[in-house]
């Protein structure tokens, strides 16, 4: 094949030329003709559409769900206390990411925006599981396929939702420039779904435990416990949708392993939280939540070594850019 050179089109665009010869429609393409520009204001109209039926149906989905919640909480305005107190360390979680941005701080609206469609989207993720258990258990396999259920659906389909929530809009905002920036916006999408799967959680036990305060305060505080991995799997998958950005010729890949880690951390910690805890408490005595409190801890915590230490890479490599004058 021969070299190709670029010539200047008639409408300010640009076309290749290969070895003397337009190569229209045989190697590249741009568009000429009105059937050319007819596709190309289809395909920007049918993208949209999508995009706007999406949103429809997730919020439609959410405001049903709310309006379910919010008439239990009308009844029992201690509830909406509760949910609150059980997102406050995911909360501080996704602050610190959003401060530890090594370039400019990212815009309160689409921080605020993105934190909306993690809840929004949310009602995805959960109607995917339930209808997924409400098979298992009709098949009558529930126990036996809990734990491919955790990472073959759960892990997946939440992590992908969360993504979902970054793409959707953050991702098409000149803010978004960096990893790092994905990271943040990621956290915050994983804060909006660990704020409404909270909310339902918490009034949803009222339903289940008899409404008890001491049952219900600990459903809460176990919400509080296990919220923060909400924002960090969310944000391993933003960081690695950031650095797609700025390395399109692998952007596939590394989409893919950006939504395959997260998903794989969720379907383990699914797998085992229940059971590690379970045994600890067996094993040393105390109270299974006290224990379940050390085993996220440990957890996340190597989780977020991870993820800080890729953001602390990309502080040093900016600020090595800045001093040698290139930023």
């Not at 939280?273 to 109270?287: P, Q």
Request: glycine share 10%.
């Amino acid at each position: 094949m021969g070299e190709n050179d670029r010539e200047e089109t008639a409408d300010g665009g640009t076309r290749t030329v290969m070895m003397g010869e337009d190569s229209y429609d045989i190697e590249s393409w741009e568009p000429r003709t009105r059937m050319d520009r007819l596709s190309l204001r289809l395909y920007h109209i049918l993208s949209e559409a999508t995009r706007g039926v999406t949103l429809l149906l997730a919020l439609t989905f959410v405001l049903i769900e709310l309006g379910l919640v919010t008439t239990t909480l009308a009844r029992r305005p201690l509830l909406g206390l509760l949910s609150f107190f059980s997102i406050v360390p995911a909360l501080l979680l996704a602050a610190y990411i959003w401060r530890a941005d090594p370039t400019e701080r990212e815009p309160i609206p689409t921080l605020v925006a993105t934190f909306l469609l993690g809840v929004v989207f949310a009602t995805f993720a959960a109607i995917i599981n339930t209808v997924g258990m409400g098979v298992l258990s009709g098949v009558g396999v529930e126990t036996l396929a809990i734990v491919p259920f955790f990472f073959l659906v759960v892990g997946p389909v939440e992590e992908t939702v969360k993504w979902l929530a970054v793409r959707f809009h953050a991702y098409r905002t000149p803010h978004f420039q960096t990893a790092v920036d994905g990271a943040v916006y990621g956290a915050m999408a994983g804060l909006g779904f660990a704020t409404i799967e909270n909310l339902t959680y918490v009034v949803g036990s009222v339903g289940i435990h008899g409404g008890t305060a001491v049952t219900v305060s600990g459903v809460a505080v176990t919400r509080a416990i296990v919220g923060p991995n909400h924002v960090l799997w969310a944000a391993i998958s933003g960081y690695y949708l950031g650095l797609a950005k700025i390395v399109p010729t692998n952007r596939g890949p590394i989409i893919v392993k950006g939504i395959a880690l997260p998903a794989l951390l969720h379907g383990f910690y699914n797998s085992t939280a229940g059971f590690v805890t379970n045994v600890l408490s067996a094993v040393f005595g105390g109270d299974v939540l006290l224990w379940l409190l050390v085993y996220v801890l440990v957890f996340s915590g190597l989780v977020a070594t991870y993820l800080f230490r890729k953001i602390r890479r990309s502080r040093e490599y900016y600020e090595d850019q800045v001093r040698l004058g290139w930023l």
